[in-house]
Structure formats: C-alpha cells, structure tokens
C-alpha cells in the first residue's frame, strides 16, 4: 500500500522507523519510477523488446500528457477538446540492486490513458483497458540482476480519441513507483480502517489488515498495528499472532480505542496514521503507514447529512482532473491552489466527476477538509454519445469505456474502492453518472411522447448496477452507494433509483418534495445542478436535502461547444485558476466570513468606452452595502433588496474608483474595489511560493499580469508575452482563461487574457536559482528568481 504523507511529526516519525537498527535495507521500499524515461508518439511493433533502439527517443519524465502539447485541430474531437491521440511508447532501462534479489518487485502505475499494455524485458506483465484505474504488475519472475540492463515498456493506445465526453490526455499521466518487499507481507490495498462508534470521550477503530505469503512454507508473524496521533505520539496499539500459508492470505481484525479523539471535519481535518508491521522472530518484515480520520457519517432522509452528528450541507462542486495547460498530468501544487481557492468561496465537498480520482488528489482533500462524493463510471454498456464536431452536433461516436464495462467494470470498482476506503474525505461510492440519459442509450415507457422501443430497456441498469453495489458493500460497507441520475422518472420506473443507498437529482430539483412522498425513505442530494439561485434554495431550506454538487467548481478541457473553443465554461475559477464573478457570487451564498464583490457582467472590471450607464452586480453576504464612485455616494442596499442574490446598480461609466463596503451589525466589515486601469505600463510576476524542492517534481505558479504605471490590471489588455527562462528548471506550462486559446502551452510565447495569466514553473534534480523573465514589446518586462533548493 502506498505511503500516503501525513502530517509533518508522524511523517518523521514513520521514516525513522523504517530503517533497521542493525542498518540493513528498510523492509520496504518504494522507488520512485517517474524519471528518465524515453518517448515516441507513434507505433512501433518491436519496442517491447529489450533491444529495440531507443536512442533517439525524447527523453522526458512522468507524469506526461502528450495530448496537451497539440497541436489543436478542428478535425480533433470537441468532446477531447481537439487535442490530439495517437498511440505512443514509453521506455525505461534501469538496474537492480544485487541485495534485491528475491525480493518481490511489484511497479505500481497510477494511471495511464489508456489501453496500456506494460512489459519488461521482452515480457508482457500486465495492462488494463481503463485510463482511471492503477496498474500493479508483477516483476519479480522476469528481473535481471547481476549488472544486467532492464528495459521497461508501455504501449498506450489513444488512437481512437473520440471515446469521452471531456478531455482524457494521452499517456502516462499519473505517478509510477517500483515496491519491493518480502515474500510475506502486507497485501496492497489490504488495510482498511473503520471507526464504528465516535464519541465525544472516545473512538473505537476497526482495523482490517490482509497479510500475503508469497512463497516457501507456512509462517508465523506477528502483527503490530499503532495508532499514532496528529503529533506523531502513540495513543492506542495492538498485537496479535497470525500464520499464512504457503501462497495464501490471511486477514485479522483488531479492535482499538482512542480516548479524547480529535475529529476529522473540513473545518478540522484531522489526521492519524496507522502503523502496522510484520514481526518475524523479532525481525520486522514488512511496515506501512496509513493516514485516515475519525469521523462518523449518517444520511437521513427527513433531516439530511449529519457529520460527527452535526446537520452539514454538501456544499460541493463537480470536478474533472484536468490542469488547464497541463493537461491531466497534474502537478499537486496546481490543485493546491485550485482547491485553497474553493474553500475560500465556501466549497466543502468535491464530485469527482466522472472517474476516480489521482490517490495524491484524495490526499489532498482529506489534509484541506473536503467531502468526497467517489465517481467510478460514466457509462455502463452500449456507449453513450460522444459529439465530435461539437457539443450535441454532428454525429457522434459511440465507442470508449462501454467495450471494456462487462469484463472489467466489478474490477474496475473494486480497485477504486480498495484504494480509496481509507481516505476520511470520502463519504460516498458512485457507480455512475448520468447512466440513465433519456435514449442515451436506455429508454423506458416513462419517458412518454420521448420512449423509443427500439432502444436498449431501462432494466439493464439494475442488471448492471446491482452487481457493482455488491462490490462497493462487500468491500466497504461503512458508506453509502449512489449514482448521479439524469432521468430520476425512468430509474424510479426501472427500479434503478431504487437499488441505491442514496439517490442523486441531476438538475432536477422539482422533484425533490414529490419523490420524498412517494418514497419516504430515500435519501436525496443534488449530484449536479446549476449556479442559479433558485437551485440553492432548494438545498438551503429544505432539511431533508443534504447538498448539491455545482457543475462546475472549474472550468475544464474538452465538452466543448464547437471549434474554436477547446474547454468549457461552467466552473467558479477559469482554466488558470483565477475566481470569476460566479465564484464570487457562491461566496456571498457560501462563506461564513464577511465578504463583498463587484462585477460588471462577467468581468471584474471598472474599463469600459463611453460613460453610459452599466449594470454593476454586487455579491455579499453582508446585511447592507454602501457603494461609492470617487468618493461620491450611490446609495446604500440592503441584502433584504436582492433579486436572485445579487444587488444591482445602473451606474454611467466614470474612470476612477468604484467601491463596495459590506457593513454588519452596524459596523465596515469588508470592502471591494474596481479601479480604472490606465494604458498597459508594464508586466508583473507573482510566484505562489519563494522557493521550490529540487526534486524534478515541485512546480510554482507565476501569475503574469499586465498593469498599468499605478500597478492596476488592465483588463482588457491581451499582448502576446514572451517568456525565457534559465536555471535548473523548465517552464511546464503557460495559460490563460480564455477558453478559445490555442497556443502551445509550454511557449516560449503566450498572450495574457483579461490582463492576465498562468506560468508553472518545474524545478529540476539539480538545486540552484530559477530565473523566469517576461517580455513583451512597449511594455516594461519581468523578472523573478525562485530559489530551488
């Protein structure tokens, strides 16, 4: 099982204990696999074999999303975001140490879209046709050691790239890791820890932990298994003996109690680790480490969601695992900032919409306190449509993970499940979104004048779905099973509805008090909904709804409408990762804290031509709000006053300094400004972060902004930027929030958008200064060095 990172102290704590006091190799090692590997984009038949002439191949390192880097072409697929496919070949030669031997060797891919076929040495060692789910192949029987070379290689086949209905990437676009243990050992993904009775006083954890004997005889052990807490001390331990047979597993339960536990919640998350260890005649065999939290959940369907037993509202948004201009291969620097931005709108849960999600993503989610709503599919079998020439145009392709969903989708599930379950961010198991689309393919006599009976029946959605929540049951039974329904008339027709632990309305809030008459005992959420206001309400005020989930918290690649638009424009923060006017107006509806925002339409902006009058909507969450222009007075609002929300003003344009002041209980608590920008003067940086770890991995993120001689963004301003960088790093991407751009996004030139942008910066193995500089003509250029060390 992978080590996740906890918290600094229990961190230090576990890596210590994973030397040997006698100084012999750790029990297990994990050996990171993402550098120096070699590409081509195209086919060649004969690269699995040791060899096969890489030499001339790119050299890269992984995580690599080859589909980002273009070009972007009409005659692509809009619902890719006319990126390209291919298929593509990745290479890596590497040596084992002779102290390894007959150690098991297990690679672990975190994801690869898709297709993949993985071999070694000549040797096919495993695959899987899902571009979501990790990959962990066997190495052991077909290793060399004794200085012999081994060459690693992975075909992954994205030539049919019409097979989504939002952007895939191309390649090996997640985390991969060599694991070497012993022959006895704990099982991959065989920890699972629940916390069956939370108490104010008290905890009990319930801890379930699967133990393999590879080869040899029968073997004695015994496991240890400690709680430690957020300070990395010791608060609760356990020891039992245990024998596995010769290739068999043997799975023990314990039972321990945390007395004073602090709770796991998005506004304290939280975190313990569970250390368990193999003990053979004293010796330790094999280690983990497994953070997870304590929390308890329960659904009602009159009063809602209730975590540690208080009321909580699924305040949540839909998520696809794009970058913007990395594509899927996402640095966690970048979701980072995404998801610090989120929470500061009010956001508490995450829909992981429609595929599960990078293990480092939950990680994150449990450290910053998010929900989880944990999605696995998107269509079950026959395919749904996937436009081509763009959104609902066009005839679609009807092809992707349909051919794969018999043979692999119980898999598919279980892995997800088994990989997940520790996370306390994750509350919910979907087995699906929208699988019920009218026609799309089921249909069912509900569907009235729409009913086509020549389509496959709405039935086979129980015939499909009962199996995957068995899955979900037998390996978790701790959380609820759900699905996001598009058509809740045809899955309360087909029985489908009723199958679920917890039903989820796609954009179907008027269901909502007629469905609870009729079955009283269902649980219902909003799995997906608009930002309207109207949908809130229906969340707010009604207790027996638990949440909503809004399509979308940011705007992502592909579902694109037609060429030249590669990305869709649904979510809170642009494709940069900037918050746009509909961010600010969930946070006046979200956030507890006192805020106030202005927009002009949709851009935060005090610019305009002529001095006619202009609609400026002001977002808060404040009793009343005092709106000046240069100092002059326009009036004060109260909050009582807003249509759907927002407060408006009709104020003819002036230059100069529009202002916002949220008052409460009678007092200035926050304040908002637009300010006119003059002529663009100059470019500014501003690096999320000073400094950066030399590890080939760590990204900071630049925001490029064009202001003018007073420092003020100038909104309207879109000059192409060059950006030249030296030192040991690379520029791993550029972008902007513009939707409809098509430049390469790792440059060296790139235009701003709204006066501004996104450069990511990666650093490199090797320490040393980071110098990224900005130029564009008539403008004063920028400079700023980031220490990586």
Request: glycine share 10%.
């Amino acid at each position: 099982m992978q080590l996740r990172i906890p918290a600094l102290p229990t961190l230090i704590l576990l890596l210590a204990s994973l030397a040997r006091a006698d100084g012999a190799p750790p029990p297990r090692r994990s050996i990171d696999f993402d550098p120096d590997w070699r590409f081509q984009l195209g086919d060649s038949p004969m690269a699995m074999q040791s060899r096969f002439d890489d030499s001339a191949w790119r050299r890269l390192s992984v995580p690599h999303d080859w589909s980002i880097e273009g070009p972007f072409r009409a005659e692509n697929a809009s619902g890719n975001g006319f990126a390209p496919g291919g298929i593509g070949w990745y290479r890596k030669h590497f040596r084992m140490d002779p102290g390894d031997r007959g150690r098991v060797a297990t690679l672990e891919l975190d994801g690869v879209y898709d297709h993949a076929e993985v071999w070694l040495n000549g040797f096919l060692v495993g695959g899987r046709p899902s571009g979501y789910e990790p990959i962990a192949c066997d190495l052991t029987p077909y290793l060399q050691f004794g200085g012999a070379e081994n060459v690693l290689a992975v075909r992954v086949d994205h030539s049919r790239l019409a097979d989504s209905r939002w952007y895939t990437g191309a390649g090996i676009y997640r985390h991969v890791r060599l694991r070497l243990t012993g022959a006895l050992r704990l099982a991959a993904g065989g920890t699972y820890l629940t916390t069956p009775s939370v108490q104010a006083g008290a905890a009990t954890v319930r801890v379930e932990t699967a133990i393999e004997n590879g080869a040899g005889p029968s073997r004695s052990f015994v496991l240890q298994s400690e709680l430690l807490g957020p300070d990395g001390q010791v608060v609760a331990q356990s020891s039992a003996p245990g024998t596995a047979t010769d290739g068999g597993d043997e799975t023990m339960v314990q039972q321990l109690a945390i007395r004073q536990p602090a709770l796991w919640s998005p506004e304290t998350p939280v975190l313990y680790t569970l250390r368990s260890r193999l003990v053979v005649n004293g010796t330790v065999e094999d280690e983990t480490g497994t953070p997870f939290g304590v929390r308890s959940l329960q659904f009602d369907p009159d009063r809602g969601f209730f975590l540690n037993g208080v009321a909580t509202k699924f305040r949540g948004v839909c998520l696809h695992q794009d970058g913007g201009s990395v594509g899927v291969a996402v640095p966690l620097p970048v979701w980072e900032r995404r998801l610090r931005e989120l929470k500061l709108l009010g956001v508490n849960a995450i829909r992981t919409s429609h595929n599960p999600p990078a293990p480092e993503f939950l990680d994150l989610c449990d450290r910053l306190g998010f929900l989880v709503m944990d999605e696995a599919f998107d269509e079950y079998t026959p395919a749904k449509n996937k436009w081509v020439v763009g959104w609902n145009q066009g005839v679609p392709s009807r092809f992707g993970y349909s051919e794969s969903f018999a043979n692999w989708s119980e898999r598919d599930l279980a892995t997800m499940v088994r990989r997940d379950r520790n996370h306390p961010s994750v509350v919910m198991w979907s087995i699906g979104n929208e699988i019920d689309y009218p026609n799309d393919p089921f249909t069912d006599p509900a569907l009235g004048a729409s009913y086509r009976p020549g389509n496959p029946p709405a039935a086979d959605l129980v015939r499909w779905g009962r199996p995957l929540v068995a899955v979900a049951k037998r390996l978790d039974p701790s959380r609820p099973v759900t699905a996001a329904l598009a058509s809740v008339a045809m899955s309360n027709a087909a029985g489908f509805a009723q199958i679920l632990d917890l039903a989820g309305y796609n954009y179907q809030e008027p269901r909502y008090a007629g469905d609870h008459r009729e079955f009283p005992r269902r649980v219902i959420y909003g799995s997906e909904n608009k930002h309207d206001y109207a949908a809130w309400l229906a969340v707010r005020d009604n207790p027996m709804i638990s949440g909503q989930f809004l399509w979308t918290g940011v705007d992502y690649l592909g579902e694109a409408r037609s060429w030249p638009a590669r990305a869709n424009a649904a979510g809170l923060l642009d494709l940069a990762g900037f918050v746009k006017p509909l961010g600010r107006f969930r946070q006046s509806l979200w956030s507890s804290q006192p805020m106030v925002a202005l927009a002009v339409g949709n851009e935060e902006s005090w610019n305009w031509p002529d001095a006619r009058p202009r609609t400026v909507s002001c977002f808060t969450n404040c009793a009343e709000v005092r709106l000046t222009l240069n100092g002059r007075p326009l009036g004060t609002k109260r909050l009582a006053e807003a249509n759907e929300g927002v407060l408006r003003w009709e104020i003819p344009f002036a230059p100069g300094e529009l202002k916002a002041v949220g008052r409460a209980e009678g007092r200035d608590a926050c304040e908002f400004t637009l300010r006119t920008a003059g002529p663009a003067s100059r470019i500014e940086l501003t690096p999320t972060t000073p400094g950066l770890r030399a590890d080939g991995q760590d990204v900071c993120q630049v925001e490029f902004s064009v202001v003018d001689a007073q420092g003020v963004r100038v909104p309207d301003a879109k000059p192409e930027l060059t950006f030249a960088l030296t030192g040991p790093g690379q520029i791993l991407g550029l972008g902007n929030g513009d939707i409809a751009n098509r430049e390469p996004v790792r440059g060296p030139d790139h235009a701003a958008y709204q006066g501004r942008g996104l450069a990511l910066v990666q650093s490199s193995p090797v320490p040393g200064p980071i110098v990224l500089t900005a130029s564009a003509p008539g403008l004063a250029p920028a400079t700023v060095t980031l220490d990586s060390r």
